[in-house]
Nanobody, 120 residues
Framework: QVQIVESGGGLVQPGGSLRLSCAAS????????MGWYRQAPGKQRELVAI???????KYVDSVKGRFTISEGDAKNSVFLQMNMLRPEDTAVYYC??????????????WGRGTQVTVSI
C-alpha cells in the first residue's frame, strides 16, 4: 500500500534546530494531506504541522513561528524545519499521510516515528 520513511531526529540543545524528512511511496493516486504528529511520554499524540494539496499549512499554537512544514522536491515528501527547540518539544515525531491509494481508497498512513530530544 503506502510506505512512509522518516529521518532527521536526534538530540539537540535548547535553542537548536533539527530538520525532519518524510517520504511516502507506493500506489498513491492522490495525496490530500501530509504532516507531522508527536507524542511525548504520558501524553496523547498531537498534530504538530500539516500541509494539504493546496499548500495550505496548519500548526499547533506551541510551534508557530518556530517550525515550518514544506513540501519536498520529490513527490509525496515533506520536511519539518524545527528552530528554537525547547525541552517541551521532546517527543517521538510521526509522519502522517492522508492519501487515496489504488485499490484501497482513501486512508491514513503513519511512519514508525523518529525521536527528537531537546536537552542540555
Amino acid at each position: 500500500q503506502v510506505q512512509i520513511v522518516e529521518s532527521g531526529g536526534g538530540l539537540v540543545q535548547p535553542g537548536g534546530s533539527l530538520r525532519l524528512s518524510c517520504a511516502a511511496s507506493g500506489s498513491i493516486f492522490t495525496m490530500y494531506n501530509m504532516g507531522w504528529y508527536r507524542q511525548a511520554p504520558g501524553k496523547q499524540r498531537e498534530l504538530v504541522a500539516i500541509i494539504n494539496d493546496y499548500d495550505e499549512t496548519k500548526y499547533v499554537d506551541s510551534v508557530k513561528g518556530r517550525f515550518t512544514i514544506s513540501e519536498g522536491d520529490a513527490k509525496n515528501s515533506v520536511f519539518l524545519q524545527m528552530n528554537m527547540l525547547r525541552p517541551e518539544d521532546t517527543a517521538v515525531y510521526y509522519c502522517y499521510a492522508d492519501a487515496w491509494v489504488i485499490e484501497h481508497g482513501r486512508g491514513d498512513y503513519w511512519g514508525r516515528g523518529t525521536q527528537v530530544t531537546v536537552s542540555i
